[in-house]
C-alpha cells in the first residue's frame, strides 16, 4: 500500500469518492488529486480514468463500462476489504448524479457502518452546472435547480412534474444527461413544458465538453433549443424571467434591481440595505393590503395572481390589517379548526347561498342553494336537489375563512392544505342589499366560530370603534 496514505485511527481499508471537476487538470481540486495519489487502485469508467491518466502510474486501474455502475462501488468495497485504499472516481461532483449514493448504497447494505473498518471519504469537485456557468456569464446568480432528462430510472411522469414545478417557480434550469442516441424526446418535451411559462427568447446555454478538448458552446433562445446539437456530454441551462443576454454573456441578475434604482446608488424608497424586502416574509401582506387599497376594483383572485399566492394568504393578509387599516372595504377572520363543521350548520341562518366550485381545468360552477341541501357522507359534502348533484371532497378542507365585504360579499371559503380554494359560499343579496336578519346571523357567526386573534377583532368591537 501506497506509505503517504493518510489513513486515521484503526481502519485497515480506505474508500476515498473522487469528483475530479469538469475534465482538465486545473479544475480538479488539491484533495481530488491527492486522493488519486494517495490510492493503491483507481476505479472508473473508462472515459474517466483517460482524464486522469497523467496521476495513474504504479496504480492499480479498473476500468468499468457506463452500464457497470453498481460493479464499481463492488469492486471497490472488495479491494477496500483487502486492506487498501481506493478512489472511486467521477466526473464533476461524485455526489451529484455520481456513484457517491450507489456506493453508500452497496456498503450499508452489506452491513458496513461508518464506524467499520474502512473509512470513506467524499471528495467534491466541480459539478458539471457550475462549470459550465463559468464558461458563458453569470446563469446562476439566483435560485436555479438541475433536473436529469435520463429517465433510464425515474419515471417520466416525475421528471415532468418537476420541469413543470420548475418553469412555474421561476428557477434557472440545468438538465443533465439532456439527450442520448436512444434518448432524443425528453429535451423536445421538456422545452414544451418550460414554454407553458417561460418566453420563447429565454436565454440558454448548450455547453458540450466543459474544459475537456472537444469543448462547445451554443448560446440560443428556448424555443430554438431542441434543435440544436446535444448529446451524451452536453448540460444545458435555461435562464429565469429575468436573464438576460449581452455582449454574448449569459447574466441572471442577483436582485439587486429590486432594492435599487441603479447597482451602485441609493436603496429605493421604503427599502434598506441589508434589510429584508417590502415584498419580503414579514412585510409581503402590508404590500398586499395596500394594493388592494389603489386597485379596488380587483377582485380577490386577481390579487392572488398578482402576487402568485394562494388566496389563502391574500385573506390572511387581510385579516392581519390593523383595525384602522382599509383593505378596500375587505374583512376575514379565519374559522376555528373544531368550527369548521359548525360553520356550515350555521350557514343555513344565510337563506339563499351561492356556492362557487372551480374544477382543476378551469370550468367554474355556480350553483345557487340552500345549506339544507348539504349532506354529509363520509368523506364527501353533498349538495343535492332537483337540479344538480355536487360532491365535494370535504376531507380535503384544512382551514375555512369568513370574508365579507361592505358591500359585495358576505362569504366563507374553505381551503385546501396548499392554501388552494376547495370551494366558497357567499350569501345572495336581495333586492340589491343583504337582508338585516341575514347580516346579523352572519355576524353572530364570525363572533362565535372566528378565531380569536389580535390582529383581527371582534365585530361588535370594530362596529363600537367606529361609533366612537
Ligand atoms: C451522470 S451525470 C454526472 C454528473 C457529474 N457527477 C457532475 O457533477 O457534473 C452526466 C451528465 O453530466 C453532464 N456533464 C458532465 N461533465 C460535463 C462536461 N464536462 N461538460 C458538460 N456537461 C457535463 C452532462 O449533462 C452529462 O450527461
Redesign the pocket.
Known amino acids: 500500500m501506497n506509505q503517504t496514505n493518510t489513513q486515521s485511527n484503526n481502519k485497515t481499508g480506505k474508500i476515498f469518492l473522487v ?1 475530479f471537476g ?2 482538465n487538470a486545473e479544475a480538479m481540486s488539491y484533495r481530488a488529486r491527492e486522493a488519486i495519489e494517495l490510492s493503491d487502485v483507481v476505479i472508473g469508467y473508462s472515459t474517466y480514468i483517460k482524464l486522469v491518466k497523467d496521476l495513474l502510474d504504479g496504480k492499480e486501474v479498473v476500468r468499468k463500462g457506463m452500464t457497470e455502475e453498481i460493479d464499481r462501488c463492488i469492486e471497490a468495497y472488495d479491494q477496500a476489504k483487502l486492506g487498501k485504499t481506493v478512489s472511486l472516481i ?9 456513484m457517491a449514493g450507489p456506493t453508500y448504497e452497496v456498503l450499508l447494505q452489506s452491513g458496513w457502518t461508518p464506524d467499520s473498518d474502512i473509512e470513506v471519504e467524499i471528495v467534491p ?1 466541480a ?3 457550475s ?2 456557468a463559468s464558461l458563458v456569464g453569470a446563469p446562476l446568480t439566483h435560485d436555479f435547480c438541475s433536473i ?1 432528462l ?1 429517465d433510464l430510472l425515474t419515471p417520466w411522469p416525475r421528471i415532468a412534474n418537476r420541469i413543470d414545478a420548475a418553469g412555474r417557480s421561476d428557477f434557472v434550469v440545468a ?4 439527450k442520448s442516441g436512444r434518448r432524443t424526446q425528453q429535451i423536445v418535451e421538456a422545452q414544451r413544458i418550460l414554454l407553458r411559462y417561460r418566453k420563447p427568447d429565454t436565454p440558454v446555454a448548450i ?6 478538448e472537444a ?1 462547445n458552446i451554443q448560446m440560443v433562445r428556448l424555443d430554438e433549443m431542441k434543435d440544436c446539437k446535444i448529446g ?5 441551462l435555461i435562464g429565469n424571467s429575468t436573464t438576460f443576454m449581452r455582449e454574448g454573456l449569459m447574466i441572471t441578475p442577483r436582485g439587486y434591481a429590486n432594492k435599487y434604482d441603479n447597482i451602485t446608488g441609493e436603496a429605493k424608497q421604503g427599502e434598506k440595505a441589508g434589510r429584508s424586502l417590502t415584498m419580503g416574509l414579514t412585510g409581503w401582506k402590508a404590500v398586499v393590503r395596500e394594493y388592494m387599497n389603489t386597485e379596488p376594483h380587483h377582485s380577490l383572485r386577481d390579487i392572488a395572481r398578482h402576487f402568485d399566492a394562494p388566496m389563502e394568504q391574500i385573506i390572511e393578509a387581510i385579516s392581519e390589517a390593523d383595525n384602522d387599516e382599509a383593505t378596500a372595504g375587505y374583512k376575514a377572520i379565519a374559522i376555528q379548526q373544531d368550527n369548521i363543521q359548525a360553520v356550515l350548520e350555521a350557514s343555513q341562518q344565510f337563506g339563499k347561498l351561492r356556492a362557487v366550485i372551480r374544477a382543476e381545468g378551469g370550468a367554474v360552477s355556480e350553483l345557487m342553494i340552500s345549506s339544507a341541501d348539504f349532506e354529509q357522507r363520509g368523506d364527501w359534502l353533498n349538495i343535492e336537489n332537483e337540479h344538480f348533484h355536487c360532491h365535494i371532497n370535504w376531507s380535503q378542507v384544512c382551514s375555512a375563512w369568513f370574508v365579507r365585504h361592505d358591500t359585495k360579499l358576505m362569504g366563507i371559503q374553505f381551503f385546501n392544505q396548499h392554501g388552494d380554494t376547495v370551494f366558497n359560499l357567499s350569501v345572495i343579496k336581495r333586492d340589491g342589499s343583504f337582508p338585516e336578519e341575514i347580516i346579523n346571523a352572519y355576524d353572530q357567526a364570525w363572533n362565535n366560530l372566528g378565531q380569536n386573534n389580535p390582529g383581527q377583532n371582534n365585530l361588535n368591537q370594530q362596529a363600537s370603534a367606529v361609533n366612537e
Open positions: 469528483g469538469p475534465g467521477s466526473s464533476g461532483d461524485i455526489g451529484v448524479y455520481g469537485g459539478t458539471a452546472l462549470a459550465c436529469s435520463s438538465l443533465y444527461n439532456p455547453v458540450k465538453s466543459a474544459y475537456r469543448q451524451m456530454l452536453t448540460t444545458v
